[in-house]
């Protein structure tokens, strides 16, 4: 189907530059070392599959159920609909949903008209919103009604041409509305759209496609930028990692590669578990884009809660879930997942932070309790690289490892701070080089220069800040975080953008933010602060510190501890040491 010849860039390596991959051995005999990659768009992969797989389900979602072809004629209105509101491939198209058929749809209208994709977090605060649309120069915007209050609030900064307001219950029956509508629509402020000229409604949106008469064309190329998702890089700032066709598809190809083996038999019946946020590149691309370039299914969960979990495991009986450590550390502690049947599964996929070895031992067990052939399988990746590039294989579950890396995918250890290999078992910074690396970060070729570099064999590596060691079977293992980053629940979170909000409450001197061990979200936030003198009201000074957090912060940004003290330990330069204020809490 499409592991036929070695790809270039592999081939070269291995003729000229004799790179040793150790690690091909462990690959089944069914996976090849190289492949050959599609010259096609992410929306003309849609296109095959609505064409070979029409009558299969694409997409469930809260008991609604789309075909493939029903998927594709919902794609071409809406790219159709984006054309009317003028919508060009010069502009940037702003994604602001959970996992529903909406975002779906959307996102692979926007490629279809050759606009950028700009996936945001719908919990974002109102400036993170302001901050993702100017970014990118976006004026054009889907948000769920429930997230739309935010965007009210700082939609006057922006130079927006149209803002569609989309509902879960487009998607619902008459039934399952009314159901949603008294559990959960009831608490979402009524929008009125005839006082707004920008607004326009997910339903109203739609009609402007079955209106219009115009003809979608294209001229965007597979090599060409598709989406931004974001990331903190190397510095803890925000950036936009720009990706193109080219790399989301590459990494659906490697993934199939990897799963082709006996075990799995034909997958254009499966389905997943699309638990994970599409605006984050391991939900985006393993949960969304690689099911639909098979022609498989995808199960939209728009908001993880274990029970939901539970019963919608028990009703469609999905043959994959991926998830974050703390997705698995709930399920094990859910009642209703103790009775669940887990014989169908054919792969359970661990990523987003490195997974405790107790917590996969505990959860193969669950499994395996209940019927369950497989184990969690975990893997390694960045946006930087779409999401995952390195994964355990199945036939060798080594304890510790984050595994191999994917056909086509490079890996190797250098010198912290240089572009000098090291040898296995030399701890140093992770580099990665393949066919899934970033383009760049979006508009931003100072930090691009910083993370892509091209080392002396040739070939363009990113630098992932990470730190670990290869083994001498080629098995690769996560150290540490060389940039200052906390993993929290699988998000990841940058303290010095903390550290601004809460250095702009009139009381504060001095704070540093740090990540804590913790049993459920791997890592929960702390803020350490040191008050200006005068300041003696902590509980009020702590309360309007958490109040302005929310304001400028995501959800899962804002501290969940907050201590005061006299003084914080520093370097001999001056600096704030939070590496000692780490080893207090490594010594608990």
Not at 519 to 544: C, H, M, N, P, W
């Amino acid at each position: 189907m499409i592991f036929m010849k070695i790809s270039p860039l592999i081939q070269e390596a291995e003729d000229k530059l004799s790179y040793h991959r150790p690690w091909l051995k462990f690959y089944n005999k069914d996976t090849p070392s190289s492949l050959v990659y599609p010259d096609k768009t992410i929306y003309e992969m849609l296109v095959d599959s609505a064409q070979q797989y029409p009558e299969h389900v694409a997409l469930h979602f809260m008991g609604k159920k789309i075909k493939y072809k029903k998927l594709i004629q919902e794609v071409d209105n809406c790219a159709r609909a984006l054309l009317e509101l003028g919508v060009t491939e010069k502009d940037s198209v702003t994604v602001c949903m959970p996992n529903t058929p909406h975002a779906v749809v959307m996102f692979y209208a926007i490629n279809q008209v050759g606009a950028l994709a700009n996936m945001i977090h719908p919990l974002s605060a109102p400036k993170e919103i302001e901050f993702y649309l100017e970014y990118v120069e976006s004026k054009y915007i889907l948000i769920g009604n429930f997230s739309y209050p935010n965007l009210k609030k700082i939609q006057g900064n922006l130079d927006l041409r149209k803002i569609i307001v989309a509902k879960i219950n487009d998607y619902l029956g008459k039934r399952k509305s009314m159901s949603f509508w008294a559990m959960e629509g009831h608490k979402i402020p009524k929008i009125r759209y005839n006082q707004d000229d920008l607004l326009i409604s997910w339903k109203k949106f739609k009609k402007l496609g079955y209106q219009s008469s115009r003809t979608v064309e294209s001229k965007k190329e597979c090599g060409d930028g598709a989406v931004v998702l974001y990331t903190g890089g190397t510095t803890g700032v925000q950036k936009g990692v720009l990706l193109s066709n080219h790399n989301f598809n590459a990494l659906v190809i490697q993934c199939l590669a990897h799963l082709n083996d006996e075990r799995f038999g034909k997958i254009s019946r499966d389905k997943i578990m699309c638990i994970l946020p599409i605006f984050h590149g391991f939900g985006l691309t393993i949960c969304v884009h690689l099911p639909i370039c098979v022609g498989a299914c995808s199960i939209l969960v728009p908001k993880f809660n274990a029970n939901i979990f539970a019963d919608q495991f028990a009703k469609y009986q999905p043959h994959y879930i991926a998830g974050v450590p703390t997705l698995y550390e709930a399920l094990l502690r859910s009642k209703k997942m103790k009775k669940s049947d887990f014989h169908g599964l054919k792969g359970v996929f661990a990523g987003g932070d490195t997974v405790p070895v107790e917590l996969k031992r505990k959860f193969d067990g669950f499994m395996k309790k209940r019927g369950g052939q497989v184990t969690m399988q975990e893997g390694y990746g960045l946006t930087e690289t779409v999401t995952v590039s390195c994964l355990v294989p199945h036939a060798d579950d080594r304890l510790g490892s984050m595994g191999v890396p994917l056909p086509d995918m490079l890996y190797k250890i250098v010198k912290v701070g240089t572009t000098q290999d090291l040898a296995p078992g030399e701890e140093g910074e992770i580099c990665i080089s393949g066919p899934t690396v970033m383009l760049e970060y979006y508009n931003n070729p100072e930090e691009t220069d910083k993370v892509l570099k091209v080392h002396d064999d040739g070939f363009k590596w990113c630098h992932t800040g990470d730190l670990g060691y290869m083994d001498e079977d080629g098995f690769f293992y996560f150290r540490s975080r060389i940039k200052r980053m906390i993993k929290s629940s699988g998000y990841s979170v940058f303290p010095t953008q903390i550290e601004e909000v809460i250095n702009r409450h009139e009381a504060v001197a001095l704070s540093c933010v740090i990540g804590v061990p913790d049993k459920y979200q791997i890592e929960k936030i702390k803020a350490f602060l040191v008050l200006k003198d005068g300041y003696t009201d902590t509980d009020r000074i702590k309360s309007e510190i958490m109040s302005l957090c929310r304001e400028y912060l995501a959800t899962w940004s804002v501290p969940r501890e907050f201590e005061i003290r006299e003084e914080l330990p520093t370097t001999l330069i001056g600096k704030v040491d939070w590496l000692k204020l780490k080893e207090e809490y490594a010594q608990v």
